[in-house]
Antibody, heavy 119, light 111 residues
Framework: QVQLVQSGAEVKKPGASVKVSCRAS????????LSWVRQAPGQGLEWMGW????????KYAENFQGRVSLTRDASTGTAYMELRRLRSDDTAIYYC????????????WGQGTLVTVSS | NFMLTQPHSVSESPGKTVTISCTRS????????VQWHQQRPGSSPTTVIY?????PSGVPDRFSGSIDSSSNSASLTISGLKTEDEADYYC??????????FGGGTKLTVL
């Protein structure tokens, strides 16, 4: 069925990097983009960036510029979010969401991946 | 960049109507589309309104969206409230570079 399945929970130390995957199924991966959104414990949603499934073009939120990289493997229908130089305030649930642009809904969300940053 | 400001919480009784606002701090609310997302506790968000007032398939018509240029805000209205509508609601819109910007979220209590 149409779904986004994310990789499992991660525990990282401050200063390390984490790479979360988001595997799409049930639709043509290259016809849609994906946004990455995070949610710290008890906090709201924060947009991190967007990648197109078609050619890998990206947009990044200013808050994460230089620390996050979004990539994708069209052959497997998988997108990746790598966050570097982790801090304790990066502890959050990270979501991918299908995002075809301003005229379309975020109509599909992954189940979320908990990333815990702790020494 | 701009901010989207939502009330921290709202509450209403079952069967009533509630409206949640989302005010854009700079630039016209009408310049970019607004979406609304519902997040129940422990679950991923789902989108209930896109393109200001469009409902994705499967979203009941009790949910409606609008924008008001005079107050530079968007609104989500839920009529015939049900206990299952109790959730956090987030608006989001776009800046001139099509970066997505989320509001801080509103906790809806149906009591």
């Amino acid at each position: 069925q149409v779904q986004l399945v994310q990789s499992g929970a991660e525990v990282k130390k401050p200063g390390a990097s984490v790479k979360v995957s988001c595997r799409a199924s049930g639709y043509t991966f290259t016809s849609f983009g994906l946004s990455w959104v995070r949610q710290a414990p008890g906090q709201g949603l924060e947009w991190m960036g967007w990648i197109t499934g078609y050619n890998g073009d990206t947009k990044y939120a200013e808050n994460f510029q230089g620390r996050v990289s979004l990539t994708r493997d069209a052959s497997t229908g998988t997108a990746y979010m790598e966050l570097r130089r982790l801090r304790s305030d990066d502890t959050a649930i990270y979501y991918c969401a299908r995002d075809a642009g301003a005229y379309y809904p975020f109509d599909l969300w992954g189940q979320g991946t908990l990333v815990t940053v702790s020494s | 960049n701009f901010m989207l400001t939502q009330p921290h919480s709202v509450s209403e009784s079952p069967g009533k109507t509630v409206t949640i606002s989302c005010t854009r701090s700079s630039g016209s609310i009408a310049s970019k589309n607004v979406q609304w997302h519902q997040q129940r506790p422990g679950s991923s968000p789902t989108t209930v309104i896109y393109e200001n007032n469009q409902r994705p398939s499967g979203v009941p018509d009790r949910f409606s969206g609008s924008i008001d240029s005079s107050s530079n805000s968007a609104s989500l209205t839920i009529s015939g409230l049900k206990t299952e509508d109790e959730a956090d609601y987030y608006c989001h819109s776009y800046d001139n570079s099509n970066h997505r910007v989320f509001g801080g979220g509103t906790k809806l209590t149906v009591l």
